[in-house]
């Protein structure tokens, strides 16, 4: 699954430990997902969309629609 985690928090200029403190979660946990090397549970996914007021699919692309 790819994201567009880091573009946003970019655009918005946000911090990797600011998006950390926002969504509850620890500044390697957005790292991670930023990376690809963890994705979210849905809860997650719901809390980061809403901080950036988009929709989860705006985040989350699975890979099989690229």
Known sequence: MENTLA???NQHGITQDEL?????VSRQTIISIEKGRYEPR???A???AR?????VEDLFIPTDER
Not at 20 to 24: C, G
Not at 51 to 55: D, E, L, V
């Open 7 to 9: 573009q946003l928090r």
């Open 42 to 44: 849905l809860a997650l």
């Open 51 to 55: 901080i950036f007021s988009c929709r």
């Open 20 to 24: 950390a403190r926002l969504a509850e």
């Open 46 to 48: 719901f809390r980061l």
